[in-house]
């Protein structure tokens, strides 16, 4: 890769991920979780998928593999949020088991301005048991049940919002966090905790588990399993300045704390929705403003960056750009997935690609994969069909990592093709 600093490139990063797991996961200490185990799901994968080329090579990787070591290719994209409640310490450990090389922190901020992973300042109502206890009373929006008319039909779904910054990180702590979900048709509090995606499960989300983390201690947490790591600074849900917290106090206030806990900054690999916030970074704190990641927040093709755009990212600095996958694929005249001219104008601009999120559609046998797939859809036939997408993501478009919530997935295809 080009920018060997800045990448997760197979050269720079070989020696690191091809170190066995257990080589540079705490030692023995606590948090040491021992070997990648990959479970079932990415070899129920390569069996559900049609007869290819591709498939006799997983298969016999399949077949000749009885290890497997981390990746940094493989990103636990808010932990391993198919099965375990998303930004958890149990989540975390769980995408690191399974040999995601770096995991993700989504940052924002409690009202006593302190640094928590959360995916967005006001998802507490859906992510975590505040409406079932006392700080539910704090809430910007406290819950309102559903009303139906007299024929029981839903006139107004159930609705609440409760944010991180109505709360003290004292009382943050005191939360357990859930399957992000809620359930519009609750007539209770309770009752809207539910609405969990059939594909996914509250197994793990017991009352004694789904432990919530300070930035600060998700990157304790990180030190010890080994993994490098990739904080997204989200934008508030509040006006800033926040009771005098600038939006460039706040993206100091995240790399001040890799700094102080003595984390080298080419295992940090910060991003942002904001070009402002990157552009912050690359200004003010080179080391980490190198591998600074500048998210796309685009919804369709429509939305996305020209060639001429992506060209000025990079004279501003900006070294990786990481769009949704839908924006990396299209579909040829034989509906042959290939790459599209988004993935085509980003490398010609110079810009290293890491892509968002697979394993987070559900069912794709069903034809209906929504967001992610979008640009692809009719391609896809089987659940198999994850690996044609992660074939021409690494083969032709050339992403250096991938985000995913189920992180074996990656770390096996990673392993089977050599990718660091």
């Not at 507490?124 to 007299?150: E, G, S």
């Not at 005191?174 to 809620?182: I, P, Q």
Request: aromatic share 8%.
């Amino acid at each position: 890769m080009r920018h060997c600093l800045v990448s997760f490139s197979v050269a720079c990063l070989a020696a690191l991920a091809a170190t066995p797991i257990h080589a540079h996961r705490g030692g023995g200490q606590a948090d040491d979780i021992g070997p990648v185990q990959l479970g079932p799901r990415p070899f129920f994968l390569v069996d559900d998928m049609s007869d290819s080329a591709l498939k006799r090579q997983l298969q016999q990787c399949v077949k000749q593999r009885d290890n497997y070591t981390p990746r940094n290719f493989s990103i636990g994209h808010r932990g391993a949020p198919l099965q375990f409640p998303e930004h958890t310490k149990e989540s975390y450990e769980a995408a690191a088991r399974m040999g995601a090389g770096v995991i993700e922190c989504d940052v924002t901020f409690t009202k006593d301005k302190e640094l928590v992973c959360r995916h967005a300042q006001n998802d507490l109502h859906t992510t975590t048991n505040i409406l079932v206890t006392p700080l539910a009373a704090k809430c910007t929006k406290p819950f309102q049940p559903a009303t139906y008319d007299a024929g029981g039909n839903l006139l107004t779904p159930a609705s609440a919002e409760c944010r991180t910054s109505d709360i003290t990180l004292a009382e943050f702590k005191t939360l357990r966090g859930k399957m992000d979900a809620s359930d519009p048709r609750a007539r209770t509090a309770a009752e809207y905790q539910g609405g969990t995606a059939n594909f996914r499960t509250d197994l793990y989300a017991g009352p004694s588990s789904g432990t919530l983390m300070t930035h600060k201690e998700s990157i304790e947490l990180f030190k010890r399993l080994g993994v490098k790591m990739t904080p997204e600074l989200k934008s508030p849900s509040v006006t800033m300045p926040f009771n005098g917290f600038t939006q460039e106090a706040y993206a100091q206030k995240m790399i001040d704390e890799y700094k102080r806990a003595r984390v080298a900054p080419q295992r940090v690999y910060p991003q942002s929705f904001d070009i402002r916030d990157v552009l912050y970074w690359v200004k003010n704190e080179a080391a980490f403003g190198r591998q600074a990641v500048y998210l796309d927040d685009a919804e369709v093709v429509a939305d996305l960056p020209s060639y001429n755009e992506l060209v000025g990212y990079k004279t501003q600095g900006i070294n990786i750009v990481a769009p949704p996958i839908f924006a990396l694929l299209a579909l040829d005249a034989g509906g042959r997935i290939v790459p599209s001219q988004y993935a085509h104008d980003a490398r010609n601009a110079g810009l290293d690609i890491i892509s968002w999120s697979l394993e987070r559609s559900g069912v794709l046998a069903d034809g209906n994969n929504g967001f992610y797939v979008q640009t692809v859809d009719s391609a896809i036939k089987n659940e198999g069909d994850v690996y044609r997408i992660l074939e021409v993501l690494t083969r032709d478009v050339g992403i250096i990592g991938l985000f995913s919530d189920w992180p074996a997935t990656t770390t096996f295809y990673a392993n089977c093709m050599g990718l660091r």
